[in-house]
Every structure is written in structure tokens, then in C-alpha cells.
Antibody, heavy 121, light 106 residues
């Protein structure tokens, strides 16, 4: 079955760039049936959709993070990537990658286990 | 941006009870609403989409309803495995937003 696994640095200093990887198994990220999204959950448990990537590499981003976030894919490794610049304490969260249920609708039927990111000096 | 408001924020119930969680959208979203369950330390799991369609492998004691701005998730005959947090999410328009969650405690 489809599995997603996030990986990242755990701790990032303020003003630095956060880089996360999502490794996908059991499905090709280039398949035209699904898009792939990133969601984060704050320490207060609020969930926030960050952005999504289509099978052809086009990204669409939540407006509040436009200009700070870049989504991309490495099709040779079947991996997704998220880069978030100029991080602050407000970016401390659990970051999830997830599969869209289909290419038309932005809801998520398969999630990774999440990776904890703390922004601190 | 569409705001999603869940109520109640937390709820205590007993095994065998029937509970209903409410989600309200700040503007009409047709039936573009999903419900997720989340257990401590785990990722959310999709329960319901299109407001009332049950995701595969989800028990039939879960049901969703509503259209427009007001939605419900009902769990009948609560089992111990159902004590968790529940979130609604609208996928009508970007930014795709979640409710703040409802914690269901035993």
C-alpha cells in the first residue's frame, strides 16, 4: 500500500531555511491520479494546509506563505521536498506530507507519520 | 479565507453513547467537507468526505451530514477506539482550512 515518510533536521535556527523530504513508496508521485500536499500541526494542535504539488510538478501554495515556501519533487527518488525560508518560532510544528484523494479535491487520504520541527536558537 | 468552527471543543462521553460534533463554515462550501480522526502522536485519518461519504474501511457507526455552512459528524455506539480528536476540513476554496478540533474523552 502507499506509504509516506517525512524526514527533516528536527531543530532549525530562526531566520534559517527549513528543508524537509517526503519519501513515497507504493505509488509513483508522477501518477496523474493524485496530487501531494503538505500540512503542519502547531503545538496547539491547529492544522494548516501549506501547499500541494501536482504530478507534473506545478505547485499551489497557501497565500500566507507565498514567497517563503517552495515545493518540488525528485521523480528519480520518488520524493517530495518542502523548503521554508526565514523561519520563526511560529513555524514550530509537526509537518506532514499527504496524498490527495484525487487530482480534483484537496483532501488527504494517506498521511505520513509526521516530522517534528522546532525553531529555536 | 473560509473559517471553520467546530463545537464543542471537547466532549466527554461513555462507551455505547451516540455523539454528534458540529462544524460550521464562515461561508457556503456546498458539500466540500471532510472529517478526520487523530489519535495522540499519530497523523490524522480520513473518515468522511463530500460531507457524508464514508471513506473505505471506516466503520459504519461513523456518519456525516450537512451542506452549505453547517455539518455534523455522528458516532453511534461509541467504542473505546473512538476516543480521539476530530477535525473538519473544507476543500471548497484555497486556503483549504481545518476546524480547531474536538477532543472526545471517555
Amino acid at each position: 500500500q502507499v506509504q509516506l515518510q517525512e524526514s527533516g533536521p528536527g531543530l532549525v535556527k530562526p531566520s534559517e531555511t527549513l528543508s524537509l523530504i517526503c519519501s513515497v513508496s507504493g505509488a509513483f508521485i508522477t501518477n496523474k491520479i493524485h496530487h501531494w500536499g503538505w500540512i503542519r500541526q502547531t503545538p496547539r494542535k491547529r492544522l494548516e494546509w501549506l501547499g500541494s504539488l501536482t504530478s507534473d510538478g506545478t505547485s499551489y501554495i497557501t497565500p500566507s506563505l507565498e514567497g517563503r515556501i517552495t515545493l518540488s519533487a525528485d521523480t528519480s527518488k520518488n520524493q517530495l521536498s518542502l523548503k521554508l525560508t526565514s523561519v520563526t518560532a511560529a513555524d514550530t510544528a509537526v509537518y506532514y506530507c499527504a496524498r490527495h484523494i484525487d487530482q480534483r479535491r484537496v483532501l488527504f487520504d494517506v498521511w505520513g507519520q509526521g516530522t517534528v520541527v522546532t525553531v529555536s536558537p | 479565507a473560509i473559517q471553520m468552527t467546530q463545537s464543542p471543543p471537547s466532549f466527554s462521553a461513555s462507551i455505547g453513547d451516540t455523539v454528534t460534533i458540529t462544524c460550521r463554515a464562515s461561508q457556503g462550501i456546498s458539500n466540500n467537507l471532510a472529517w478526520y480522526q487523530q489519535k495522540p502522536g499519530k497523523a490524522p485519518t480520513l473518515l468522511v468526505y463530500a460531507a457524508s461519504s464514508l471513506q473505505s474501511a471506516i466503520p459504519s457507526r461513523f456518519s456525516g451530514g450537512g451542506v452549505g455552512t453547517d455539518f455534523t459528524l455522528t458516532i453511534t455506539s461509541l467504542q473505546s477506539d473512538d476516543f480521539a480528536s476530530y477535525f473538519c476540513q473544507q476543500y471548497y476554496s484555497s486556503p483549504y482550512s481545518f476546524g480547531q478540533g474536538t477532543n472526545l474523552d471517555i
